[in-house]
Nanobody, 121 residues
């Protein structure tokens, strides 16, 4: 399996971007898909998650501005970002945690290569 992110780029403060993360295999059985980000000189941080049933969660700093969603048919997870600020500048990574099975969840811990988002005027 492979995750490929896209959609990053340069955007002005207050602007919007939509990131996509495509899996080479089905994501329907992946328990949690997530977006992380890593700003220059900082540790990677969790931004948003969406579970297999579509339930989202967000870090406080992006609540009300970012929306995570998943389309299992397209094997894709999205991160719609709006009202962007320079503090959102980072490399954004997609992550898949594990594959649901009857007995539990088989570890996957799959990362994409990242896509750079730069918010600047």
């Amino acid at each position: 399996a492979q995750l490929v992110e896209s959609g990053g780029g340069l955007v002005q403060p207050g602007g919007s971007l939509r990131l996509s993360c495509v899996n080479s295999r089905s994501i329907a059985s992946i328990r949690t898909m997530a977006w992380y980000r890593q700003a220059p000189g900082k540790q990677r941080e969790l931004v948003a998650t969406v579970t297999y049933d579509g339930s989202p969660n967000y870090v406080d700093s992006v609540k009300g501005r970012f929306t995570i969603s998943r389309d299992n048919n397209k094997k894709t997870v999205y991160l719609q970002m709006s009202s962007l600020t320079p503090e959102d500048t980072a490399v954004y990574y997609c992550h898949a945690d594990c594959v649901l099975i009857i007995e539990g969840c088989n570890p996957l811990n799959l990362w994409g290569q990242g896509t750079l988002v730069t918010v600047s005027s």
